[in-house]
Each structure stands twice: as C-alpha cells, then as structure tokens.
C-alpha cells in the first residue's frame, strides 16, 4: 500500500517537473465504475445503494473541480462551467440500473442544481416566461442530463462491455478452470473459505460451493455484509475481508487480464480492453476533427472487466498492483487531451497535442487522481504525444464491431449483418481502422438486422392475413397478467416465464444465473461438467434462507406463464 502510494507521488513530481509550460485541456475520457450495490446473491434487484450514490456523486464533483471550474488549471477550453451543455458532454452507461444511476449521481456532482452552483444568482436562459415570471427546474434548479444507455442488443454496447455476449471470453474464462494456477489456489484457499461458511455464507450458498470458484460472488457478498450488516461485521476480522479480496481480485484478473497464457486465444480475455482503447482514440478523434467544439467530457459508466483488461494491455499492471485487484467503488480510468503553448484560442496541429493517463482508486478523501505512464514507458514519460499514443493503442484495440464479431465468435443480432462477408469464427486476426469512417460503419450490423426482422415479420404478417381471410382464423385473447405485475428492474421487458434459477446438468441444487446481464460466473454453465457453480442450499425450496438476512423476508411471488392466445377457428 505504502509503496503504492510511494510511487504514485513519484509519477505526480516527475510529470510536475515537465510542466514548466502552460497546458490547456481539450478534452477527457473518464470511465467510472459502479457505486456500492447490493450482491448478486442477495435477494431482490441489484441497485445502487444510498452510499454508493454518495460515492458517485463525489466522484462528479471531484471531476467538477479539475475540469469545469473556470480557476482550475486543468479546467477544458471553454467548457460550460454552470450549465450542462450536450453538444460538448457524453455521457455513455450500460443498461444495468445500478450503473445508470450511478452515471445518473455523478452528473449530480459534476453539474449541480444551479441554485447551488450559483447561489441563487443565475437562472436557466428559459426560464423567464411571457408574463415576466420566473420559472425555475424543480430541486433547486436540477439539472437533466441525457445519459445514452446501452443494452447488449446495441452494436455500441461492446465499446463499454466487450465481454458481455462474447463466447471465446466465456470459453477463455472456462479454460482457467483447468491451470495450474486454479487447482494450486483452489486447494490452498479451501480452509480459509470453510472459515466463513458457518458464520456468514450457510444459507446462502451450499457448503460444496464454498470456494475459490466463486471467488467473486462470495467477495461480493462478504464485502457488502461487511459495510452493512452489523453480523456479518461482528464475525468478519480486516484481514479476513483482505484475504477474500486479494482471492477475488487474483480470479477476475486471471479471467480477464493474465496475458501470460498462451493458450488464451489473441488476448481474448482483454477483449473489454480492447474495445474500450478504441472508444477511447475515437472520442478523443471527435475532440479533434470538431477543433474542440465537441467531446470535451465524455463519461463512460460500466463494470471492472474493462479496468483490468485495458491495465493488462497498457501494462499498467508491471508498475502497480492497484491495477490486477478490483478497483474500489467508484474508480476512475482518465485519459486527457491537451496542448501546450499560450495561445488557447486556436486550436493546435495534431503533433502538437499530447495525451496522459491517470487513475483515482477509490473515492475518499485519501484517493488522489495520480498519472501512470503506458505502455511499459519510463514514469518520466507519462505525457505522451498524440502520434506515441494511438500507436500504442493500436497495437491491441478492436476498431470495429465486425472486428469484435469474428474475434468472439458472437451470435448478437447486430453481428448477424457481418455474416455474408465471411463465416464469424473464434480468434480471427482482422483489420481495424480507429479514423471517423471506421467509427461511422459501426451501425451497418444494426440496420442489417433490422431489415432483415422486418422483412421476416412482414412475410409472417402477409401468410397470417392470408389465413383469417381464406382459412376463417378468428383471434381471441385470454386475460393475463398486466406488465406492471411482472416486477424485476427490467420492467416491460422481463417475462413472467424469465428464470433467476436454473439446474445445471452434473451440479446439485439451483444454479443462480447472473439476473443483470453477463458477468462472472456465466461461463461457468456453459457446460455441465465444466460447471463450479453456486449451489443454493441442497435444492430449489432453500432459495429465499439467507443468513444473516440484509433485510426483512419479504413473500416471494411466483408469476405464473399465461394461457397462449386460443385461435377459433369458425367458417
């Protein structure tokens, strides 16, 4: 830690010691991660916490102060300072509830009502009406920002989530099942995992499932448990939380940062790294082309798989082991745009504009934002021209989501576009172009698959009209559940027939299948004899024990699947 620390301060008066010279900020990519939640294994919809909003919205205001305020020396060239402005701000989340509200409370910090922003000294430029009035936003003033959210049906998903829907990651992260590395730490962490079963973890997962092979899920519910819960608390020591996360952090960093292997296919673990190098050239291109009209602050919410990934990639892991555990609720990965000379007004040639990493761990008050050189560079070289930079990210991004299809052999609907160029097939080498227009070709996929449900929709509409009218079909619907009934943070979209529980062939009791969207442990159910999955007690009817409980029992509802629409058939 203290090292750490040591040589985060060293890298801070190195890049000091070169800024003898006025620098202006043009833009940042700043990719943040979640708040506090609640576990997976805990009852209920995963969401973000009351302090895990506090976190986030720390988290904006520190990023307010660096980059909005007109004072700091970091401030970006003319960036609104009071107002959100959405021709210079993106903001891009998943679809998970949890990471939308933590981009939602982050913006809370980074942009607050005005009336706190102003002191109750500035009003909205539509706020005066006809009549002389004044008419403010509610809260004081609370700002609107648009946060673009995407679901894993959105070809622009894989640039925050490369991993989510990627087969070869999955396969990849089931092959760690079988190393060395696995069994050593599988046989030697046994003991220690049996240690937390009775006080903490009996009834909420079976006494077989207590291991390194659901390293995460356990950390997940232990650290949470550890905050909140008083019990859990009361039989849970400092070094026992370490020692669970040091395991956690060694699995996912196995599953997506170990580049070590050469068994792993092209890096494809690091495949959320991947994509997410290339988003972040792009944004910084659009700065660019724009002369700064545009991407000032672009915001990226998601998960940990792109942190360890792209450190893996970047080789930030070699010089700090912030990098290969799980970052802290809240982290942050910046990478900042500027130029260097004294006149802000014009914008400078490409050659003369430079970039620099920088990373908070963390968001308390003792998290600095500290500069960490790429690429294996010297720490005298974290500020890197532009030219150094997107060489080094060019070594390893994927460019395009044609790129991102064949390399994971994905099934997505957007991919299905890409199939006539070619069979999509695991750990295909491809071309990647990061300039505008091969940003621009990235929603082809999307537009193919469109047409091509439409076309099929249509064809099915026409034989079923064909029907009523030559056969007699008659359609008659039968009363069922409303959407509203079906619950879930889903809302409309999740079905009645939807399942949090699954059995798995070869494993015993329930398996829970991750109920937000692909993360650890999924590939484990790809294959029955491959699976270390979670057992929940000794079968189906233990699912709702949970000890010690984060709260009250509340009665499961058990949404039946509606009757299917009856045809009558009459001449």
Not at 170 to 183: E, I, P, R, V
Not at 308 to 326: E, P
Request: charged letters at 15%.
């Amino acid at each position: 830690m203290f090292l750490a620390m040591f040589i985060g301060c060293l890298f801070m008066i190195l890049a000091s010691a070169q800024s003898g010279y006025t620098e202006t900020v043009y833009s940042a990519v700043v990719f943040t991660l979640y708040g506090d939640r609640n576990p997976y294994l805990a009852d209920g919809d995963t969401v973000l916490t009351p302090l895990g909003a506090q976190q986030l919205y720390s988290a904006g205001s520190t990023f307010r102060d660096r980059y909005v305020i007109p004072s700091s020396p970091q401030a970006i060239n003319n960036i609104s300072a009071l107002e959100i402005d959405g021709s210079e701000t993106f903001v891009m989340s998943t679809a998970d509830g949890y990471i939308v509200t933590s981009a939602q409370a982050f913006m809370q910090g980074l942009y607050p009502p005005l009336d706190i922003s102003t002191n109750h000294t500035v009003i909205n430029s539509m706020s005066v009406l006809a009549n002389g009035s004044n008419i403010d936003f509610p809260l004081g003033g609370y700002q609107y920002p648009t946060i673009y959210t995407t679901s894993s049906l959105d070809p622009n998903s894989i640039w925050i989530a490369g991993e989510v829907n990627c087969p070869a990651y999955m396969s990849s992260a089931a092959d760690y099942l079988y190393t060395a590395d696995f069994t050593y730490t599988e046989e030697n962490s046994m003991s220690f995992y049996q240690s937390l079963y009775s006080p903490i973890l009996e009834g909420v997962l079976s006494n077989s499932s207590v291991g390194y092979g659901n390293a995460y899920p356990i950390f997940d519910y232990v650290n949470f448990g550890y905050i909140h819960n008083d019990t859990i608390r009361s039989n849970l020591n400092d070094s026992d939380l370490e020692q669970v996360r040091a395991l956690a952090s060694q699995y996912v960093y196995a599953i997506n940062g170990n580049l070590t292997n050469g068994h792993f296919r092209e890096q494809i673990q690091a495949v959320a790294g991947r994509t997410f190098a290339s988003e972040v050239v792009g944004l910084l291109m659009n700065n660019i082309a724009t002369l700064g009209a545009s991407s000032k602050i672009n915001l990226l919410f998601g998960s940990f798989e792109p942190f360890l990934s792209f450190a893996a990639l970047a080789k930030l892991s070699d010089i700090n082991s912030y990098f290969n555990q799980l970052p802290q609720p809240g982290s942050s990965m910046v990478f900042e745009l500027f130029g260097v000379g004294d006149d802000i007004n014009t914008y400078p040639d490409m050659d003369q504009l430079y970039v620099r990493f920088l990373f908070r761990n963390g968001t308390d008050d003792s998290s600095a934002l500290i500069s960490y050189p790429l690429f294996g560079n010297s720490p005298s070289q974290v500020d890197m021209s532009l030219e150094d930079f997107t060489s080094g990210m060019d070594s390893f991004t994927l460019g395009s989501v044609e790129d991102w299809c064949n390399t994971c052999g994905s099934l997505s609907i957007f991919c299905a576009g890409y199939a006539n160029s070619g069979s999509i097939r695991w750990g295909t080498n491809s071309s990647f172009d990061n300039s505008n227009s091969g940003k621009m070709n990235m929603m082809q996929p999307a537009v193919a698959g469109v047409i091509g449900a439409v076309a099929a929709l249509a064809v099915a509409g026409i034989a079923f009209a064909l029907m009523m009218l030559l056969g007699g079909v008659r359609m008659t619907r039968s009363r069922s559940k409303r959407r509203s009934e079906l619950g879930g943070f889903k809302g409309a979209e999740k079905l009645a027939s939807d399942p949090d529980l699954t059995v798995v062939k070869g494993s015993s009791g329930a398996t829970v299948l991750n109920k937000d969207h692909q993360r650890l442990g999924s590939w484990e159910l790809s294959e029955g004899h491959k699976a270390k999955a979670m057992d929940i007690g000794e079968g189906p009817q233990t699912h709702s024990a949970r000890h010690p409980s984060y709260q009250a029992n509340d009665d499961i509802s058990e949404h039946q699947i509606p009757d299917p629409v009856k045809a009558d058939e009459r001449v």
